[in-house]
């Protein structure tokens, strides 16, 4: 695992065009002026109003709400472990497979209902959906209740590998995740290297402790009963998650600000505006030119 006290550096501060934000949000182009729009938003008084990588605390408060909402929240939370829940309880009182399978997959389309009734975002519980279906079909098929977290558990070790894999080849996952959410797209890549450098620890940080969570799972999926087995990782459900939400947070909160890659776009679209506009009228001003 990376280090956590050591903030982003100077040298990882960001080189941009556009104007300067503090957060991933904004009310609106703060430099839309031609004079201002240019690259002197780049010089060293702007590098130095970040403070050595460091955001404020009210950017902080952004991020971790950010992050938290990315990820499901308490509710996204909920709809991963309820229908494992379900599963493991019926099972373990009346070993009946396929009132456990069938309970487990009607919970979880309830909890998308609800969420369309009320015209909630679908996604996170829609994967829920998914991944008990998957594993309704892989217990019905073999007979065997320990195979319904089977597709998961492979879910699970194939992230693992996508996180690490990312990381080392300089692209990290939760970057490509996190861009669009924090309005920077894939501008961390090129000209924010301290914001890539916290993406690649925190890819890092996802997948060591998923592929830890595989590592006790997969002896278990063997060795253990079914019960028992349910049980454990039912328990694992949420603390890793935590974990690696908490240590994101810390490497980007640690990072220079995101690049609102919209703003800059907003603004350059004004300056255009602008330019066209003082064209205008320098021509009504002065016809025979």
């Known amino acids: 695992m990376t280090s956590l006290d050591k903030p982003t550096s100077e040298t990882d501060q960001p080189h941009h065009t556009g104007p300067h934000h503090t957060g991933p949000h904004h009310t609106g182009p703060q430099n839309a002026g031609p004079q201002n729009a240019g690259p002197q938003n780049a010089g060293p008084q702007n590098a130095g109003q970040q403070n050595a990588g ?32 379900l599963f493991v309880t019926i099972f373990t009182i009346n070993k009946d497979l396929h009132i456990s399978a069938i309970a487990a997959l009607a ?37 065997n209740a320990k195979d319904f977290y089977l597709p998961g558990m492979l879910y699970t070790l194939g992230l693992a590998v996508a996180y690490l894999g990312t990381a080392a080849a300089g692209v ?22 301290g914001r890539k450098k916290a993406y690649t620890k925190a890819s890092y940080a996802w997948g060591l402790i998923l592929l ?35 240590l994101t947070w810390v490497f980007l909160a640690k990072a220079p600000p995101p690049i609102d890659v919209f703003a800059e776009m907003e603004a350059e679209e004004q300056a255009e505006k602008d330019r066209k506009a003082e064209q205008a009228a320098a021509a009504l001003r002065n016809p025979e030119a």
């Open 54 to 85: 460091q955001q404020d605390p009210a950017s902080k408060a952004v991020t971790e709400a950010a992050l938290f909402e990315a990820f499901g929240g308490v509710r996204g939370m909920v709809e991963t472990v309820l229908p494992g829940l």
């Open 212 to 246: 830890a969570k595989c590592a006790i799972l997969f002896p278990l999926y063997w060795w253990a009963d079914t019960t028992q087995f349910g049980w454990v990782l039912i328990a694992l459900k949420i603390p890793p998650f935590l974990l690696a939400v908490y």
């Open 107 to 143: 919970v979880s389309l309830a909890l998308v209902a609800v969420r369309l009734i009320r015209r909630d975002t679908v996604k996170h519980a829609f994967s829920g959906v998914f991944g008990v279906a998957f594993g309704v079909v892989f217990a019905m098929m073999t007979g």
């Open 172 to 193: 990290p996952l939760i970057g490509l995740i996190l861009g669009p959410v924090f309005k920077e797209n894939l501008s961390w890549r090129t000209r924010n290297p």
